[in-house]
């Protein structure tokens, strides 16, 4: 390092300003009027703080919590409901007892054939067959169900853990004696 | 810096731009010295420096939530004061009343008398174009290096050494030739 870098370091020494000089610009700060922020600027400035911030993972939390009992709450009334149906619908309907003889039976098959079978008669049979198939996705609506519920409770545990922390942060940032 | 204390102006910069005016006169008190002594030294007029300085921090206050750490701070302070010192000066033309050779030789020797070199050296510093005049300013106030100075000045980092090369070149050409034995 040259004299020359000395003499300009010295030369450049930093210096202060007259005493009064911070009073004065709080003064003129004091007197600005204040910056209009813009919408987005408002927005944010919201979830600036650190308290709003913990308020805002309670929300989220709590929100979490709403839509998983929701959740919950519908495919627990699914089963029920599918359980119900199937007891209300009892044993499927019995075949007519077979003919005895064979001249009958060809009776029975040409009726068959010239004459439709009742709508009301399809329908208790469409609905039988839709409880059955209900009945084979039991097991699996229910192995859903339970997923859905350890999913909940875990959601249930994390917003728990969440708003212990945002309760203890907020009590931490409050008025000090 | 260390953590404790880079912690606590990392909370001074949140509490001022929640509008704690408390936190804010302390940013003020911090950086004043520097803020100031860039104006001053680049305006030479005391006056004109302060009413500068004063218009940065208002500028800080208006800008806080932007500001996002206390390095970030001091870079954004530097910048601005060194775009203001320039645009003023660029303004109100008052880059070099005197020329280079007009500035007058000193009577003393520097051994003799080094506040007499010092003014000396502001002297021939404030003929420099802005730019270059500003380079030397950061270089030898606030000891950045290079790199840092270009980043301030927006400025190609070739141009800031080209800058200080020919200033340091004709600040010898200058003494030595005013100081005749003195080794710089």
Redo the contacts between chains.
């Keep these: 390092m040259?004299?020359?870098?000395d003499?300009?370091?010295?030369?450049?020494?930093?210096?202060?300003?007259?005493a009064d000089?911070?009073a004065?610009?709080?003064e003129?700060?004091a007197r600005?009027p204040e910056?209009q922020r813009s919408l987005w600027?408002r927005l944010a400035?919201l979830v600036?703080?650190p308290k709003m911030r913990w308020v805002a993972i309670g929300v989220t939390a709590a929100l979490l919590i709403a839509i998983g009992a929701a959740q919950y709450s519908r495919l627990a009334n699914k089963v029920v409901d599918d359980t119900g149906k199937l007891s209300q619908a009892g044993p499927p309907p019995e075949e007519k007892k077979a003919p005895v003889n064979e001249g009958e039976v060809d009776a029975v098959i040409t009726h068959r054939n010239s004459v439709a079978v009742p709508k009301k008669h399809t329908l208790s049979l469409k609905r039988h067959q839709l409880a059955a198939a209900r009945v084979e996705k039991a097991p699996e609506m229910k192995s859903e169900a339970e997923a859905a519920k350890d999913k909940l409770m875990l959601a249930l545990s994390i917003a728990s853990s969440a708003l212990n922390d945002a309760q203890k942060a907020v009590h931490d940032d409050g008025p000090k004696p | 810096m260390n953590n404790a204390t880079g912690a606590r102006l990392d909370d001074r910069i949140e509490r001022s731009?929640?509008g704690d005016?408390l936190a804010?006169?302390q940013i003020?008190?911090q950086h004043?010295?520097?803020v100031?002594?860039m104006a001053?030294?680049f305006l030479r007029d005391r006056s004109l420096?302060?009413e500068l300085?004063?218009e940065v921090?208002?500028s800080l206050?208006?800008n806080l939530?932007s500001i996002k750490s206390p390095e970030h701070l001091t870079f954004w302070l530097r910048k601005v004061t060194s775009h203001r010192c320039i645009d003023q000066s660029r303004r109100q033309k008052l880059r070099p009343t005197v020329s280079l050779e007009d500035v007058a030789e000193p009577a003393a020797r520097?051994s003799e008398n080094?506040l007499f070199?010092?003014?000396m050296?502001?002297r021939v510093?404030d003929t420099l174009p802005e730019k270059a005049r500003m380079v030397?300013?950061l270089?030898?106030?606030e000891?950045l290096e290079p790199t840092e100075i270009a980043r301030v000045l927006d400025m190609p980092l070739n141009t800031v050494k080209s800058h200080l090369r020919r200033s340091?070149s004709m600040?010898?050409d200058k003494?030595s030739r005013t100081l005749g034995e003195?080794?710089?």
């Design positions: 040259s004299r020359l870098d003499e300009l370091r010295n030369a450049f020494k930093r210096e202060q300003p007259p000089f911070t004065r610009v709080l003129r700060v600005q910056p600027q400035a600036e703080p | 731009a929640l005016q804010f006169e003020v008190t004043q010295g520097m100031f002594s001053c030294h420096a302060e300085a004063q921090f208002l206050h208006q939530h520097a080094d070199l010092s003014e050296l502001r510093v030397v300013i270089r030898y106030q000891d340091l600040l010898r003494l003195v080794t710089l």
